[in-house]
């Protein structure tokens, strides 16, 4: 079997063909342009995952939010169950970038982390 | 009182930090960087998504992380930051005039200035849709901000006009905040958008690109009840009885980008009608000496790794220009033709003693085509590529040596040619 996908680990967009076994496993992949894109090809016929980028709320902030991203790439069925749990969750200010929001979110082994500094009022 | 500067830096957003970090390594001792908003950084605050900084850092971050890695050298270093200020003004004498809370009213006389104002979204009222004033009407941007800064969600259903990157980022953001988002329609048969965002934005959660398709009514008397979409034909027409109501409480823009020019232009800076920014040589500077622009002011760009780099080429020119460190005038133009919409730098000083890089924008789609960089019907290089599209800016790089062979006053022809 045959697939045909477009590489989103970079702005540049490779196309790639992946070759498949009946089993689903991946036997070829061509046309990217990096070892990221084969990378890519093979998790995204395996075990799709996407870096998933939110909010959350902040006490005593100077904004009302600050921005959040999981650490590494989570399984893409899983995203809009971490939206919900970061949503129900709130820190306080002070935030710096890279301080852990909340750690290994719905057992993916993955924290998410703050983006960006949100000073206290 | 006039206040003094060797270089006044117009924007303190990615292009305005590059420039004056560069500008300061290169040798200039006062710097002045004047931002409108409360923090440096620009639109990379609201831009909380990552995909920023692969080509530069060779990492993947957000807006906001990128934005940091620079507003920490700035703030480490002696480069002076006045927020919440406002440029009203600048005189062809290079007098900049700015207003803020503390200093009121004041002119900041500079030896050189950069210009890194950024660009602003296309608003409904440059679309000529028809229909009701009813609220639930915005831009993709304005949108991301109520999310992303704000912390409200502008609406529940929503239909998003046009397919450019904050229109693609914003479907998925209003989609992980729990508002359904029924559809993209996009005039052009192609996308203007990053394929990577159609992909992981829009595919991944089901979203249908409507392409040839644009709105044609607006209905909702106090709130946005729906809209009128239909097909258009080759001239961007609606096509009779491809009508079809979507309902929806919000609709989003995302049309485009048009760099915001209006102190260049009181200026008498000449601006490029395609680019919508000045015209520049390949040092940024624009017509008027001392005054260079970098950025989405000067075209707007895909991605702001590549933001960056022009804006350290615009920081270099301006401390050179400072320091005195001229080079004799021997000007070649530059021109996009055949399928090229327009290049920047529009113009190149043969005696600038470096590479050139160009960039370009094609003005429709191509596949298996070249590149040819020409001079008097002679090419001077060319480059295969298997796909184009309007919406990823291309470069070629004209080496010293190249550059050193062409006549003076010549021009330089970018176009494109699809193999058969």
């Known amino acids: 079997m045959k697939r045909e996908m477009i590489c989103v680990a970079c702005p540049v967009g490779c196309g790639i063909s992946i070759e498949l076994s009946d089993k689903g496993a991946v036997l070829t992949v061509a046309g990217n342009q990096c070892k ?18 939110t909010t959350a709320k902040v006490k005593d902030g100077r904004n009302p939010l600050v921005p959040v991203r999981s650490g590494k790439p ?22 710096e970038i890279g301080d852990v929001i909340i750690e290994n979110i719905l057992n993916t082994g993955v924290d998410i982390i703050a983006t960006n500094i949100c000073c206290h009022i | 009182m006039t206040q003094k500067y060797e270089l006044v830096v117009v924007g303190g957003g990615p292009a305005g930090m590059a420039a004056a970090l560069r500008a300061r390594d290169c040798g200039v001792k006062s710097i002045v960087i004047l931002e409108r908003a409360e923090t440096l950084g620009g639109i990379l605050e609201q831009c909380i998504h990552t995909g920023f900084g692969l080509h530069y850092f060779n990492e993947e971050l957000s807006g906001p992380e990128y934005a940091a890695r620079f507003s920490l050298l700035v703030e480490q270093s002696d480069i002076e930051i006045k927020t919440d200020t406002m440029v009203i003004n600048i005189s062809n004498e290079n007098i900049v005039t700015a207003v803020n809370k503390t200093d009121g009213l004041i002119d900041i006389s ?49 239909v998003i006009l046009g397919s450019g990157d904050i229109g693609l980022i914003m479907a998925r953001r209003m989609t992980l905040e729990g508002a359904e988002v029924k559809m993209v329609c996009e005039l052009m048969p192609y996308s203007s958008g990053l394929t990577r965002n159609i992909v992981q934005c829009l595919e991944d959660y089901n979203i249908p690109l409507k392409l040839s398709t644009t709105v044609i009514e607006i209905h909702g008397k106090e709130r946005v009840e729906g809209v009128t979409i239909a097909k258009v034909d080759r001239n961007r027409r609606p096509i ?117 890089k160009l960039f370009f924008r094609v003005g429709q789609a191509y596949k298996n085509a070249v590149i040819y960089v020409e001079n008097n019907d002679e090419v001077i290089l060319s480059r295969r590529r298997p796909k184009l599209a309007p919406g990823e800016m291309e470069d070629v790089v004209i080496k010293n040596e190249v550059l050193k062979e062409l006549p003076v006053n010549g021009e330089l022809v970018i176009r494109v040619e699809v193999q058969t």
């Open chain 2, 240 to 356: 009779k009885g491809t009508e079809e109501y979507v309902e929806c409480d919000t609709l989003l823009l995302s049309v485009g980008l048009i760099p915001e020019n209006e102190l260049s232009n009181a200026m008498g800076i000449a601006l490029d009608p395609i680019t919508g920014g000045p015209v520049v040589r390949e040092n940024r500077e624009t017509t008027q000496s001392g005054v260079f622009a970098c950025g989405n002011v000067l075209h707007v760009h895909d991605l702001v790794d590549f933001v960056t780099v022009e804006s350290q080429t615009a920081g270099e020119g301006a401390a050179r220009y400072i320091l005195g460190q001229f080079e004799e005038d021997a000007y070649i133009t530059t021109k996009g033709m055949d399928g090229v919409r327009y290049v920047v730098p529009q113009r190149i000083n043969l005696n600038c003693n470096r590479d050139v």
């Open chain 1, 36 to 53: 990221r894109g084969e990378n890519y090809a093979i998790t995204e016929c395996t075990a799709p995952t996407r870096t998933l980028t």
């Open chain 2, 110 to 158: 500079a030896k050189a200035i950069i210009l890194a104002m950024g660009c602003r979204e296309k608003p409904r009222g440059a679309l000529n849709i028809a229909g009701t004033r009813a609220a639930g009407i915005m831009t993709a941007g304005t949108a991301q901000k109520y999310v992303n800064i704000n912390g409200y969600l502008p609406g529940k259903k929503v």
């Open chain 1, 74 to 95: 989570i399984p893409k069925g899983l995203l809009l169950d971490c939206v919900k749990i970061i949503n129900s969750v709130e820190v306080t200010a002070p935030v």
